[in-house]
């Protein structure tokens, strides 16, 4: 059987707005595994990064067909939703007796209602879509029925069937490494955001599942809240990997939890050290999660960037949020990155539930307080799956149109402020953050240190100064 793995024609406008030269156009890390476990079990693969490669519909459509695949896998998220649909649309009028295959973080949070509204897809794979994909392709290679697939939502006419849940995967180590040789023109062609790397190639990578914090505006629907990860042998097998292979250089680990195993994480560093591989790389953390120790190992191993989710500078809408930390940890985090030797970046979102004129004043001291080195100010909003998706009309208004969801539009407007009270603070956060002396030499050392970055620099600084 032969299947195509692909991502929505959606554009980098669309997904970034003013920033789209500053977007990343890496490719997906998810789409990758299911390449490689599906090839694993025998089937013809063909993966499109269509978001990545900012095609749009009809020149995804044009490969599509051209592969005569006899299934169409999409993975979406919320915003590309109406993508998907329309390429499965376009794909099954060209393509009669395809088969399409709808997955990701959209329709796992809001299968029915997916499904419901957008008839082109036959079948959704709801959660962690690895084993489920196996099965399912075995059991349309003609080896069984579609009810005793665990994990699927699919059509039968004009019902919809539910079966039972798939159990999360116990032992991540068991999927083989993703399937980066189906990705034409990897890595060149698949560009990094340009402020997020130092050097050049690139590469993405997810190590560990789940999350067990409970922040109302974050979805678990996919990986769920048990927290699990690949081994320390895993992630550097993969990362030596891509540098033996593809010549990747520098590693972006795009997962929540990165830091949160200590014990994987001093193995990870331990091993990097002793591979002396010429690489960089950064990861994602929570400031109750990291420690001097374990910062100083990290940097040793290369790392130069941590990206922590600070969200507000006020304390009561830390607590109304769930973040389940404190301003004062969040300070004692950061100085503690900076003594190590690695640069923080902070991540912003203005209107909270509870969200006031003066809690955005706090939100803006608080981040000029802070010695971080970049930071990203994003508009809350409630997605799917989420508690604040299910509350959002205890905290203000909202405009739950799935195409706005992008974190760049107003969509949720917190009681007693407007729109235009949140696209100020936005701009005015984010201008007086880079328009400062510390900030613009930072940017101007990081050019001296790898001028290949320069056109990259010079596309998001255009989108920056459109931002503001």
């Known amino acids: 059987m032969k299947i195509l793995l692909t991502t929505p024609p959606i554009s980098l406008e669309e997904r970034y707005g003013n920033l789209a030269g500053a977007g990343s156009a890496a490719p997906s890390l998810g789409i990758l595994l299911l390449?490689?476990?599906?090839?694993?079990?025998?089937?013809?693969?063909?993966?499109?990064?269509?978001?990545?490669?900012?095609?749009?519909?009809?020149?995804?459509?044009?490969?599509?067909?051209?592969?005569?695949p006899d299934v169409l896998g999409i993975s979406s998220t919320t915003l590309s939703i109406f993508h998907a649909s329309a390429l499965a649309t376009a794909a099954k009028q060209q393509l009669p007796g395809l088969r399409t295959i709808i997955g990701g973080p959209h329709v796992s949070a809001a299968p029915q209602e997916t499904m419901q509204r957008f008839p082109a897809f036959d079948i959704a794979v709801l959660g962690e879509g690895e084993a489920t994909l196996a099965a399912l392709l075995a059991t349309l290679a003609g080896a069984g029925e579609l009810a005793a697939v665990e994990g699927i939502l699919y059509r039968d006419g004009a019902a919809l069937h539910s079966t039972a849940p798939r159990p999360f995967l116990r032992d991540l180590d068991q999927l083989p490494l993703p399937a980066w040789d189906l990705l034409e023109g990897f890595p060149g062609r698949y560009a990094p955001a340009p402020f997020k790397v130092r050097q050049l190639p690139a590469a993405s990578l997810v190590s560990s599942r789940g999350c067990p914090n409970h922040c109302i505006f974050c979805d678990r629907s996919v990986f769920g809240a048990r927290c699990h990860g690949h081994s320390a042998d895993y992630v550097v097998t993969m990362?030596?990997?891509?540098?033996?292979?593809?010549?990747?250089?520098?590693?972006?680990?795009?997962d929540d939890t990165f830091v949160t195993f200590k014990k994987r994480l001093n193995e990870i560093c331990d091993q990097l050290i002793a591979a002396r591989m010429k690489i960089s790389w950064t990861c994602l953390g929570r400031v109750d999660h990291v420690t001097p120790e374990n910062l100083a190992l990290m940097q040793r191993a290369g790392c130069w960037q941590i990206s922590f989710g600070i969200e507000s500078g006020s304390q009561l809408i830390l607590d109304t949020?769930?973040?389940?930390?404190?301003?004062?940890?969040?300070?004692?985090?950061?100085?503690?990155?900076?003594?190590?030797?690695?640069?923080?970046?902070?991540?912003?979102?203005?209107?909270?539930?509870?969200?006031t004129a003066e809690t955005l004043r706090q939100t803006i001291d608080f981040a000029l307080e802070l010695p971080l080195n970049d930071i990203s100010v994003t508009m809350l909003t409630p997605f799917p799956g989420t508690e604040l998706y299910r509350r959002a009309a205890e905290f203000g208004s909202f405009d739950d149109d799935w195409?706005?969801?992008?974190?760049?539009?107003?969509?949720?407007?917190?009681?007693?402020?407007?729109?235009?009270?949140?696209?100020?603070?936005?701009?005015?956060?984010?201008?007086?953050?880079?328009?400062?002396?510390?900030?613009?030499?930072?940017?101007?050392?990081?050019?001296l240190r790898n001028p290949r970055m320069l056109r990259g620099l010079l596309r998001g600084g255009r989108s920056f100064l459109k931002s503001i």
């Open 35 to 68: 390449a490689a476990v599906a090839r694993q079990q025998g089937h013809a693969v063909v993966v499109l990064e269509a978001a990545a490669l900012n095609l749009g519909l009809e020149a995804t459509l044009a490969q599509v067909v051209a592969a005569r």
């Open 239 to 254: 990362m030596q990997a891509l540098h033996r292979d593809y010549g990747v250089r520098e590693f972006s680990f795009e």
């Open 321 to 355: 949020i769930g973040k389940g930390v404190t301003l004062e940890q969040i300070r004692s985090a950061i100085h503690a990155t900076r003594q190590a030797g690695i640069l923080a970046k902070g991540f912003f979102i203005v209107g909270h539930p509870g969200e």
């Open 403 to 447: 195409r706005k969801l992008n974190l760049l539009n107003a969509v949720f407007i917190p009681h007693g402020l407007t729109a235009a009270d949140l696209l100020r603070a936005q701009q005015e956060l984010t201008r007086r953050f880079y328009l400062r002396p510390r900030v613009i030499v930072d940017y101007a050392g990081r050019l």
